[in-house]
């Protein structure tokens, strides 16, 4: 039997842990890491959770309420690490540091507890910390709000703490799913009113992010101009563009949970930048998932699209390629001004490669700017900014004669070399050393000579020995005793130690400089007022040393956060630099051609590769086949049906000619040798098969869930992209979902698309649908085997060679003659009813969007129907029916 536990003997809560207590009850729902010494501790429920999701030992310390407390710790030093995975399994993390030393703590009483507090929430959307951040990734905190009322249903803000982006959107409904996919945030914050609401929860199935509910106050609208305003320092929002009430609230609402987590830190945002609602191309999640633009469907990069264009050399442009990667532009001027950037760029290689390496040697100014002002930065932050302003100015000479875009990055360039920025650079290039170290607080960060003060305070730090080594000689040459030494303990510091026998000649100075300070048995020790004072200066020149150094810091920074705004003009146009020099390369190394861009319908391509299997081949030293696919027309989009065999290249087809649209509309070279593509605004894909058992969706499901996305949404300057729509169910249920898609791509979307099939009996459909045109890809048959081409040519193929392929996967060979044995029967029976009885038996049904009520009944049709009723057939003689039957056909006819 358990005894009951005394409360009177429980013991006390010790004050420390009481002090854990409180401040993690003012911090529920984060993992409390309290700083003790040189390490971060955890203790009760917090420690249980965190040794097992870090795999570090959990131990215990003291009892409450009876039980022992389970506590664990990680090093001080080694936080960014511990803190890098416990984020990326969602959780957040509550840092409290000691805000004062031990021994001011016992001025207040022996048993007082080290004041600590909380200085920041680490959450997945506000790491800034160059260990745990992808140099190449953008890491975006968002914020999504719901209007009751207005134009728009709802909006989304989105910033990245470690470079200042901020950017606002309205959407409609339907689009915050494809806004979601693109920005791909780490954390999203939302009102906890919303959680149970049945929309949301539909919008935000199948995002990775990891949500965050703040209260319902975070996205007030009647405040939220007011809280831009005072966060900015501004009076009025109005020079920064036209907001709805809906965006200032999301925009308000990330503000007030970056002050929340910062703890009043606060990072270098911009003024949101709008995004019009039409401002790029549409891609949803399934598309990007289907086309693989940042990952592989495995989740790796190697092996996407950003893999095999990126050829950005520093981190920011790595960014931004992959920022316009997933929201191609939709502007056609925007589009042609990049262009003739790449197209100066390629004109001069040698000064494209030497731009190249200069790049390559600046720092991530942007990542080290928000470091700096949220006081998480350190010297080496620093040097990042002074070289990238040293750097941009160099730079700047190389771009001289240029037009267009890159004479405006030229000119914002120039400007690190005048003024503040200049300044500025020279400053911290006469100030820092060579050699930092990467924190701060220990000093050894301000170059040798810069002030003499500092100078003097680590000569006496650095040289003591040789100091004191000098008074002692000083002092033995005075006194004329060779043996005198000078000494130091704890108790007495330095000290002057002679003999006793030595000791008259101390005694009896003249000038009564040597001070008696200590007789030993052999020996005596004295003490000078140079050498007591010289021991102060000594002990505290160390300490002075640090705290003059950080003095200067904080002023470097002041002058750092007072260029902040320039400093991030200079960041982005380097990152564009470097876009426009990536993508040149890659124009040039992949024989890349430059794409006409126009608001037309057209869509023509000579040429076209895959970009990512095209590079994949060359490694494995095989060539790509390059394939031809028009889609114009005088009105709206055409529609290419496309069969043939498995392995034969259809999904590679289908998928290159969207990504070259994809690098068209960045403003990209494409892998083609001619294209001529109209302004794409929504990119559908439906490629693969694929399940969502956690969803409890089966694979047709799926199919069928993102094919009604695709013909609910896609419009006339739409491109869609469908592989083997319908074949997840029985064979004459997906042939009619297939057909019913043709026919709907075809007469109410309008839109350019590809629809790859095995359903051989849809390219009947070819004549009767105006604007559909049959494609195959062409394979030869050799001894009993299939030879796959790879080249996509007019027409339709007579069968799908699926026992060929099967034979090439390895099955065994009585599987495969049962197979062909099964396949005659099969066809035998299909010749008895052609593709043409088939299309004359289904006639397209009615597309048009609205259903129309079905027509009244004609006059004659009633009178016809009267006489019917009329007529008893019993009371009829065969000759009196026969004139009746002729009535009723008479009255029918004349209709």
């Not at 108790?491 to 101390?506: D, H, K, R, S």
């Not at 007789?519 to 705290?547: H, P, Y």
């Not at 029967?825 to 088939?838: D, G, V």
Request: aromatic share 6%; net charge negative.
């Amino acid at each position: 039997m358990k005894t009951a536990v005394d409360p009177s003997a429980e013991p006390k809560l010790t004050p420390m842990m009481a002090q854990f207590i409180e401040i993690k009850a003012a911090n529920p729902g984060s993992l409390l890491f309290y700083r003790m010494g040189d390490f971060y501790e955890l203790f009760f429920h917090d420690a249980e959770v965190a040794s097992k999701a870090l795999g570090i030992t959990l131990t215990k310390r003291g009892k409450h309420l009876g039980d022992d407390i389970p506590m664990c710790g990680v090093p001080f030093h080694a936080a960014d690490d511990y803190l890098q995975k416990l984020i990326s399994l969602g959780h957040k993390v509550a840092v409290c540091e000691q805000m004062e030393n031990p021994a001011e703590a016992k001025k207040r009483g022996a048993k007082s507890v080290v004041r600590r507090d909380v200085v920041r929430l680490v959450t997945p959307g506000t790491i800034t910390e160059e260990r745990l951040l992808d140099a190449a990734q953008n890491s975006f905190l968002a914020a999504l709000a719901h209007a009751k009322s207005g134009p728009f249903s709802f909006a989304l803000a989105w910033i990245d703490m470690s470079t200042g982006a901020f950017f606002v959107r309205a959407l409609d409904t339907m689009q915050v799913p494809a806004a979601l996919a693109r920005i791909d945030p780490k954390e999203l914050i939302l009102s906890d009113a919303l959680l149970d609401d049945d929309e949301v929860k539909t919008l935000l199935e199948g995002s990775s992010t990891t949500v965050s509910p703040v209260p319902k106050v975070f996205f007030d609208g009647a405040t939220a101009d007011g809280r831009l305003c005072r966060f900015f320092d501004l009076k009025t929002l109005e020079g920064h563009g036209s907001f709805e009430r809906v965006e200032l609230s999301a925009a308000a609402a990330i503000l007030s949970y970056v002050e929340k987590t910062q703890i009043g830190a606060r990072p270098p945002l911009s003024v949101p930048e709008r995004e019009a609602a039409r401002s790029g191309m549409s891609i949803d999640a399934a598309t990007r998932a289907n086309l693989e633009l940042m990952h592989t469907l495995s989740g790796k990069r190697s092996g996407s699209v950003f893999d095999a264009i990126d050829r950005t050399v520093t981190g920011a442009g790595a960014r931004l390629l992959a920022m316009r990667l997933a929201a191609p532009s939709t502007d056609v001027a925007t589009i042609q001004a990049r262009q003739d950037a790449l197209a100066w760029a390629i004109k001069n290689p040698a000064g494209l490669s030497d731009l190249r390496k200069q790049l390559k040697r600046l720092p991530d100014m942007a990542r080290a700017l928000s470091r700096l002002m949220l006081d998480r930065g350190g010297p080496r932050d620093l040097a990042a900014i002074r070289d990238g302003l040293s750097g941009a100015r160099s730079l700047s000479a190389d771009l001289d004669g240029s037009d267009g875009l890159v004479a405006d990055i030229r000119q914002t360039l120039s400007e690190a070399g005048t003024g503040d920025l200049a300044a500025l650079a020279d400053e911290l290039t006469n100030a820092l050393a060579d050699d930092l170290p990467l924190l701060k607080r220990d000093g050894g960060f301000v170059r040798t000579g810069y002030t003499g003060e500092l100078d003097e305070h680590r000569g006496l730090r650095d040289e003591s020995r040789k100091i004191i080594a000098g008074l002692q000689n000083q002092y033995a040459s005075e006194t004329g005793v060779k043996a005198l030494k000078v000494r130091h303990n704890n108790v007495l510091g330095y000290f002057i130690e002679v003999t006793a026998q030595n000791a008259p000649a101390l005694q009896n100075d003249a000038d009564q400089r040597f001070i008696h300070r200590q007789t030993m048995a052999n020996a005596m020790r004295f003490t000078t007022t140079e050498l007591s004072a010289l021991q102060s200066r000594i002990a505290g020149a160390a300490d002075a040393a640090v705290r003059l150094e950080l003095n200067l810091f904080d002023r470097f920074l002041g002058q750092v956060s007072a260029a902040a705004e320039p400093i991030q003009s200079l960041s982005r146009n380097l990152a564009e630099l470097d876009v426009i020099c990536a993508l040149a390369t890659l124009a040039d190394s992949e024989n890349y051609c430059r794409p006409d861009v126009d608001d037309s319908l057209a869509f023509a391509i000579e040429g076209g590769r895959h970009p990512v299997v095209e590079q994949a081949l060359r490694q494995a030293g095989d060539v790509f086949v390059a394939n031809d696919c028009t889609l114009s027309g005088d009105k709206a989009g055409q529609i290419w049906l496309l069969t043939g065999p498995n392995m034969a290249g259809k999904s590679t087809f289908l998928r290159q000619n969207a990504l070259i649209t994809i690098l068209a509309q960045i403003g990209s070279y494409v892998p083609a040798t001619h294209a001529h593509i109209g302004i794409v605004d929504a990119l559908y894909s439906r490629v693969g098969a694929s399940d969502d058992l956690a969803r409890g969706r089966s694979t047709f499901m799926v199919e069928m869930v993102e094919t009604a996305a695709i013909l609910n949404q896609a419009g006339p300057k739409a491109l869609v992209i469908l592989d083997e729509i319908g074949r997840g169910t029985a064979t004459y249920d997906g042939l009619a979902i297939a057909w019913s898609a043709v026919e709907h791509l075809h007469a109410i979307n309008s839109s350019r698309a590809l629809f790859a099939t095995h359903y051989h009996e849809l390219t009947a459909l070819s004549q009767t649908l105006d604007r559909l045109s049959n494609a195959t890809v062409r394979v030869k048959e050799w001894d009993g085997n299939v030879v796959f081409l790879h080249e996509i040519v007019p027409g339709a193929a007579t069968s799908s060679y699926g026992i060929q392929v099967a034979k090439l996967a390895g099955l065994p060979e009585a599987a495969l003659s049962r197979a062909r044995d099964v396949l005659k029967q099969l066809e035998a029976q299909e010749r008895e009813r052609s593709k043409t009885t088939l299309v004359d038996d289904l006639p397209l049904f009615s597309v048009s969007p609205e259903r129309k009520p079905a027509k009244a009944m004609a006059s004659q049709d009633e009178k016809a129907l009267a006489e019917l009723d009329a007529t008893d057939p019993d009371d009829l003689t065969p000759r009196e029916a026969l004139e009746a039957l002729y009535q009723l056909k008479k009255l029918r006819q004349s209709q």
